[in-house]
């Protein structure tokens, strides 16, 4: 199990100093960490040589037992670095998941406002065809008054005429009357059955006067309710120009905003060729990229070469007497050390030769471990999803550094064994041969090949130093990179979202238009239909206007007919009284 662990060194007269790890947190799964309670350490082993206080990555095993440990630096990196990168996409996502609440939550209102105002719209087209039904009644009414108006007319006209064939009769009677007058004696005057005609004839003129009375009942009726009716349709009239009116002014609002539709689709398309240009700037980094990680590449197999060369070296080291790594040995001193001395520093240095012989076969080991799981970790790379590979790429960078920092420590260690190896064999072969025993010398002319082993080391480390500098630069550049794809991730979003805004702007800008011209239909009809009704007003008024002089003239013609019935009365009357007094006097 993996831990993150940090280095303690306790110093004091009892304590021996050597360094300890205290486990602060311990790995659950690949994103999960939790901290260790209490106070739990585990010793540390003897190739530990970090700091007091550094962090480490130890791993133990169920026996806690310590398999390996590394700095912590580069992992506590990639963690906080996969944290910031999770962070911020959930961050990202929140936004988006926000705008979108904004822009559905707008949306809704501006559906719900149109809504409201079609509804609006509706109820008062619906109300102006009511009023419309009811101005079509009303014009019936007016009509069917106008018949009635008529037939009375035809009735006076009928009446008018039967007047004037008895005011014919009458004149007719009162000639007779007067030649008859004109060629009678004075004495003579009119008979009985003569007054009793002419008074027939004055009844059935008196009788034959309409009465205007119940003509002008209806007449003010029919003008009262023509008056109203007007009315009706001068407001009517108003309520639909206000209505245009209002029609006009959405039309004004509809190409305002077409016009706005239009600048919103170039601001959108400039920012889509902006996003463009940014992917192709993206290309060109990222094959810049590839082209340091393929230098890479070239410099690993070149310090691969090189280290085989170094490997080389020294097994020509281990299977040759004819070269030998240095010259550090004092012989003189150790003919002339105390042989039990002599013998105790051997035994001290073949006790030192076995404990780092240990060490080195043990790290050996661990290097051979490190290589297994590097080609495990690429092989289930290759079986990964893309979302998977990000994460297994950081893991495979993590055991190839710790694999490279394994085998850069092992090359000084096996150096170092070598050497501790050619000083124990001199030392032992001093031993031997003042103990009396045969001891196979050392060529004299034997190769030193330290300063060859040295220029192999110098150009390793030129090597590294390259790749590291290779490394860092295109770390540096894979963050930018990342960063740009994250931004690029973001502007997608923001471009398809504001495209989502535009398509729905236009669609309800289209829905806006043609409620606009339903309504401007409905209104086009409705004012066909007050046309017609306005006419047919002003048709009834223009009626009732001629009836109304009409009547006004059969009243006076009928206050002269009586008028002269009544003088014809007198005169026959005094006609009458006239010749009874003559009779009476003679």
């Known amino acids: 199990m993996l831990y993150l662990a940090e280095v303690q060194k306790k110093t004091g007269f009892i304590s021996s100093g050597k360094p300890e790890f205290k486990l602060l947190a311990c790995q659950r799964n690949e994103y999960s960490w939790s901290a260790v309670t209490g106070e739990e350490t585990l010793t540390a082993p003897d190739d530990a040589s970090y700091n007091a206080g550094a962090l480490v990555m130890v791993e133990v095993s169920g026996s806690r037992q310590i398999q390996r440990h590394y700095e912590a630096g580069r992992t506590l990196t990639n963690i906080l670095q996969t944290f910031s990168n999770l962070s911020k996409k959930s961050k990202t996502q929140e936004e988006e998941i926000e705008q979108w609440k904004q822009s559905l939550t707008f949306q809704s209102q501006e559906l719900n406002r149109r809504e409201m105002e079609i509804e609006s719209r509706q109820e008062q087209l619906e109300q102006a065809e009511a009023d419309l039904e009811k101005l079509e009644a009303q014009r019936q009414e007016l009509e069917t008054l106008q018949q009635t108006l008529a037939q009375e007319k035809e009735d006076l006209d009928r009446k008018n005429q039967d007047l004037e064939g008895a005011w014919a009769q009458l004149n007719g009677q009162m000639r007779q009357l007067e030649e008859r007058q004109a060629e009678a004696t004075p004495a003579a005057g009119l008979d009985q059955a003569q007054v009793d005609q002419i008074q027939g004839v004055l009844n059935r003129l008196a009788e034959a006067v ?34 245009r009116q209002d029609l006009d002014r959405q039309q004004q609002d509809i190409d305002q905003q077409r016009i706005d539709l239009v600048q919103r689709w170039a601001d959108w398309h400039q920012s889509e060729a902006a996003l463009t240009a940014q992917r192709e700037d993206l290309k060109l980094r990222q094959q810049a990229l590839k082209h340091q990680q393929d230098q ?16 080389q070296l020294y097994d020509l080291l281990n299977t040759s007497d004819k070269v030998r790594l240095s010259k550090k040995v004092d012989v003189a001193a150790l003919e002339a050390m105390a042989l039990d001395d002599l013998a105790t520093m051997v035994a001290d240095l073949e006790k030192d030769m076995e404990k780092v012989s240990r060490f080195v076969s043990d790290q050996e080991e661990e290097l051979a471990l490190e290589r297994q799981a590097i080609e495990e970790i690429k092989a289930k790379m290759e079986q990964a999803n893309d979302f998977e590979r990000l994460q297994i790429e950081t893991e495979l960078e993590e055991e190839q550094d710790r694999y490279q920092m394994l085998n850069e420590t092992l090359v000084g260690q096996r150096r170092n064994l070598l050497e501790r190896e050619e000083i124990l064999s001199q030392h032992q072969a001093v031993l031997r041969r003042r103990q009396g025993h045969t001891v196979e010398e050392t060529p004299v002319n034997a190769v030193n090949l330290e300063p060859l082993l040295n220029a192999v080391d110098e150009q390793r480390q030129q090597t590294v130093e390259a790749i590291q500098a290779l490394e860092a630069a295109a770390k540096q550049a894979q963050e930018s990179i990342g960063q740009q794809k994250e931004a690029l991730a973001a502007q997608e979003q923001d471009l398809a979202a504001r495209r989502t805004a535009i398509e729905t702007f236009e669609a309800e800008l289209r829905q806006r238009q043609q409620d606009l011209a339903a309504l401007t239909g409905k209104l086009a009809v409705c004012e066909e239909l007050l046309n017609p009704a306005q006419d047919s007003s002003n048709g009834l008024r223009q009626s009732i206007e001629t009836l109304t002089n009409g009547v006004t003239k059969v009243q006076e013609f009928n206050d002269y007919q009586l008028q002269a019935i009544a003088e014809l009365r007198q005169a026959v009357m005094n006609a009458v009284n006239a010749a009874t007094h003559q009779m009476a006097a003679s």
């Open 296 to 311: 890479i590449q070239q410099l690993s197999q070149t310090l691969q070469t090189q280290g085989n060369l170094h490997q």
């Open 210 to 243: 309409m009465p205007m009375e119940a003509l002008r009942e209806p007449l003010a009726n029919a003008t009262d309710g023509l008056t109203y009716h007007q009315s009706l349709l001068s407001d009517y009239r108003q309520t639909l120009e206000n209505q």
